[in-house]
């Protein structure tokens, strides 16, 4: 039984599991909690088992904490403060971070002091202006968010937080690309990502009732056209001004790649595997898009995270990514900076009828045609060491 990983590796952990004071018309995880029913809470002692499990299966010295939900800070500033603690006690001589993702409609003073004297990065979601961000992200009254939210990210910004903003692009927001953007810019955000909406027809009321093979999507999942066209028209807005002022991880990423890196995120690696999910009572998936019964890899009371991540039902989940890529994708030119996408979006079909195509797959290859010349352009003038700011 090992208990240090043999690479390093993510685990995303959700506190509070599905809940959430939101009910966001498109969200797949509060669907979960029919898997747990009653109270979906962390324990101190589920959460002190977390802490020193995770810092001593990483193999590296910098142990990365990721909280998420459903809404994390249902869990109140106490549980956050009780993390810290259990950080210090078995984290000696390690160096710690936390990434937490919040809808930011709870934050407050007490929070944002918090948040900043223990160097947390925060990840707010705001999915463009009130006309879209409300019809998509409302509470369970009906009402929507943007004014919570946006007290939220000034509680952030007062206190010097560190944040980016995730914005999801759903059906509804990728009709408004330079709109979206510019909103985002207007609030003050430099650090942004967007993340396409592509979630599957059958209802997650529970697994046992959930298809992770369903080809249909719901009808929010932005399509392959409006998901490149997005991707285009913000990257272009992005160009007229912003490039080095603000940092759009979807582009950084590209650009990354363009220059021949390696993959900073799952979504463009050849493989994934290395990115878990924890639930609230310590049960581990392969990933957090995978909390099905089938990809429950165990449990942090009865296994530890080595044994897990390493395993050879983590490691055929994770090698399955390249070997299920259909000959259209392995045929393509941008292969290298695609990688058939996420799994979860494989829900097309190729002309010749093969299945595991990615839904995005048109809106991935038009993004690329149209972005490659400036990336190349960007690649040329980085490596000859010449800023990109203020020159495009």
Not at 158 to 164: I, M, T
Not at 313 to 330: D, M, N, S, V, Y
Request: proline share 4%.
């Amino acid at each position: 039984m090992s208990t240090v990983a043999e690479a390093p590796f993510h685990v995303l952990a959700k506190p509070a599991g599905g809940s959430c004071n939101l009910d966001c018309s498109y969200c797949f995880y509060t669907k979960k909690t029919a898997m747990y029913p009653g109270s979906r809470r962390m324990t101190v002692a589920g959460l002190e088992r977390f802490v020193r499990e995770l810092i001593q299966a990483t193999p590296t010295r910098e142990v990365a904490f990721a909280w998420q939900g459903g809404e994390p800070t249902l869990m109140g500033l106490a549980f956050f403060e009780k993390a810290v603690e259990f950080q210090r006690q078995y984290g000696k001589g390690r160096i710690i971070s936390n990434a937490l993702q919040t809808n930011g409609t709870l934050l407050d003073d007490d929070w944002g002091r918090f948040l900043a004297q223990n160097r947390f990065l925060v990840g707010i979601s705001i999915d463009g202006p009130r006309e879209v961000h409300d019809e998509q992200r409302c509470d369970r009254r009906g009402s929507g968010s943007l004014d919570r939210v946006l007290a939220g990210l000034k509680m952030l910004q007062q206190h010097r937080v560190e944040y980016n903003v995730l914005t999801v692009v759903s059906a509804l927001n990728a009709r408004y690309p330079e709109v979206v953007y510019r909103f985002l810019r207007k609030t003050g955000a430099r650090h942004m990502q967007f993340i396409p909406l592509v979630e599957r027809a059958v209802g997650d009321l529970d697994d046992i009732e959930a298809v992770p093979d369903e080809e249909r999507l719901t009808e929010s999942s932005v399509s392959p056209e409006a998901y490149g066209d997005f991707m285009c028209r913000v990257f272009d807005e992005w160009l007229k001004r912003d490039v080095g002022k603000i940092h759009v991880r979807d582009f950084e990423d590209m650009l990354n790649l363009w220059m021949g890196n390696p993959a900073t995120v799952c979504v463009h690696s050849p493989e994934c595997g290395r990115a878990v999910a924890i639930e609230h009572n310590g049960d581990v998936y392969s990933c957090d898009h995978y909390v099905y019964r089938e990809n429950r890899i165990g449990n942090i009371w009865s296994e530890g995270f080595a044994d897990m991540v390493d395993g050879g039902r983590q490691r055929a989940f994770g090698t399955a990514k390249q070997a299920l890529l259909p000959q259209k994708c392995r045929d393509c030119p941008w292969l290298f900076a695609c990688q058939g996408g996420c799994p979860k979006h494989r829900t097309a079909r190729t002309e010749s009828g093969e299945r595991g195509l990615n839904h995005l797959c048109a809106g991935w290859r038009r993004f690329c045609e149209h972005a490659d010349p400036t990336l190349r352009w960007m690649t040329n003038e980085l490596r000859a060491g010449r800023p990109l700011v203020g020159r495009r």
